[in-house]
């Protein structure tokens, strides 16, 4: 692993909800009805909205716009609110675009340090995107050695730990082992929220 970043709940800056609990209550006073957009359905972002909607006990619509509409819808009012990576938002929380009303992360995020975490608000989930370096199986190890090396001294820069303050993801490193580990409990996690959303297809013998 390399970096990882939450995935913000964000609605437009002007919405009427100015925490996690009053979208909530909203979700759940109107069933079916509130808009959550992602990515595309079973991305990231489409599982970490399922996930949070599973959590605040609300039944809404899952919009899948794209990648590149996704921010775009809920500010146009196509979609109430939108799960998204950090990097995606920052940028338009900061210009006052986007209102971030919690991440579903085991902790609050330094860079944003005002957003609290969904547990914080009541509802407990976690579901943060993660990136890594992956290589062909076989590889030697002390190629991978070599390799993790060279990701410790370029996420020891000054210029590496700038363009993530600047991005919105934080430097994560983790070791194959601590990897294997922490990638077995996210695909349990992944599984059941496919499973109980009717996206989980298991493997034909």
């Known amino acids: 692993q390399v970096e990882f970043q939450p995935m913000p709940l964000a609605v437009k800056a002007d919405a009427p ?48 716009v794209g990648v590149k509409r996704r921010n775009a ?48 608000e009541g509802y407990p989930v976690e579901f943060d995107l993660f990136r890594s370096v992956s290589v062909p199986k076989g590889t030697p190890k002390a190629i991978k050695d070599k390799l993790y090396m060279a990701m410790e001294k370029a996420a020891n820069s000054g210029a590496f730990q700038s363009l993530a303050s600047k991005k919105g993801f934080t430097i994560a490193l983790m070791r194959l082992d601590e990897f294997d580990a922490m990638l077995a409990q996210e695909d349990a996690k992944v599984a059941r929220i496919m499973k109980g959303a009717g996206l989980y297809q298991s493997k034909s013998k």
């Not at 209550?25 to 909205?49: D, F, I, Q, W, Y």
């Not at 338009?92 to 957003?115: C, T």
């Open 17 to 64: 909800w100015k925490t996690l609990k009053e979208f909530a209550e909203n979700c759940r006073a109107n069933p079916g009805k509130v808009k959550m957009a992602n990515s595309g359905t079973g991305s990231a972002t489409h599982l970490a909205s399922i996930a949070m909607a599973e959590a605040m006990g609300c039944d809404v619509i899952h919009l899948p």
């Open 73 to 120: 819808t809920v500010l146009s009012g196509e979609a109430d609110a939108a799960n998204g990576p950090l990097t995606a938002v920052l940028n338009l929380k900061r210009a006052g675009k986007l209102r971030l009303l919690a991440v579903p992360s085991a902790k609050r995020n330094p860079l944003i340090p005002d957003v609290p975490t969904a547990t914080e």
